[in-house]
């Protein structure tokens, strides 16, 4: 199996490089996954990964690595940013756009790029096509991963993530083989905080009202690729794939 890239230039900012840099791609992929809160686009973006070298960039990792630092090293606007991210609530633009400019090589990376959890309102989404075609970066589609909200529910309230590895779980689906325990590096699983039902109710709404009008602003530029997000991760990706390669 590949090793992936370290993500250190996006999860810690402009001045870090990667120590293990994406391996070089024939024809370097450059997407977007949209989709619900736990439909499935984290699992899917680390599967895409693999297959086509491009890098998964999440920007709710760069938040939870952030989390991860003593308070006396996080920016104001990160400190700010990690108390909306608690009760669920988006993240205002403003912070979002300044952390995604700030790592722009990682999009102009010859390996490609997955953003995950970016952009999430109309907003985010336009500042994205100026800042792609500032610098001449093509984007060839955005994935839209479809569920009904009673599966939702049911995914996110299951899932378990590691602390030590971040691989994630789920207490039915994709039990670990001991409870409480990751069976890749043996770190202790947890429920993330933003996946409680308090929060998951916030994020839907989040969802409805900003991330959903963004399936819309990319059909009308032709991008849209609408995927059932049923079934097993590796059925979701193998109808990914066919649906990248299919015509526009
Ligand atoms: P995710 O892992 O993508 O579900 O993101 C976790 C949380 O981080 C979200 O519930 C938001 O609070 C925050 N967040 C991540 N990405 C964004 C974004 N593009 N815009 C606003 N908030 C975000």
Redesign the pocket.
């Known amino acids: 199996m590949q090793t992936l890239p370290d993500r250190k230039a996006w999860l810690q900012g402009a001045s870090a490089n990667c120590s293990s840099p994406p391996h070089l791609v024939a024809h370097p992929r450059r997407l977007v996954l949209l989709g619900a809160?736990g439909v499935g686009k984290?699992t899917q973006a680390e599967m895409l990964a693999s297959k086509l070298g491009a890098c998964h960039l999440?920007?709710?990792?760069i938040?939870?690595a952030a989390k991860g630092m003593q308070e006396c090293l996080q920016t104001p606007a990160l400190t700010a940013?990690l108390q909306?991210?608690r009760r669920?609530?988006?993240?205002?633009?403003e912070t979002?756009l300044s952390l995604v400019s700030e790592r722009v090589k990682c999009l102009k990376c010859d390996g490609g790029f997955l953003l995950?959890?970016?952009?999430?309102?109309v907003a985010?989404a336009e500042a994205l096509e100026s800042l792609l075609t500032k610098h001449r970066i093509p984007l060839d589609a955005v994935v839209s991963y479809d569920l009904r909200i009673d599966r939702i529910v049911a995914r996110l309230s299951g899932r378990r993530t590691c602390s030590t590895c971040k691989a994630v779980f789920h207490v039915e689906a994709l039990p670990p083989k001991i409870p409480g325990i990751c069976d890749h590096c043996g770190g202790g699983l947890y429920q993330r905080e933003?996946d409680r039902p308090e929060s998951v109710r916030v994020?839907m709404q989040?969802y409805e009202t900003s991330t959903a009008p963004l399936a819309d602003f990319y059909q009308r530029r032709g991008l849209l690729r609408s995927i059932s997000a049923e079934g097993t991760p590796e059925e979701i990706c193998q109808r990914t794939l066919e649906a990248l390669q299919a015509p526009k």
């Open positions: 809160p984290g999440s920007t709710g990792d938040f939870r940013a909306f991210m669920g609530d988006l993240v205002p633009d979002v995950d959890g970016f952009p999430r309102t985010q933003d994020r989040a």
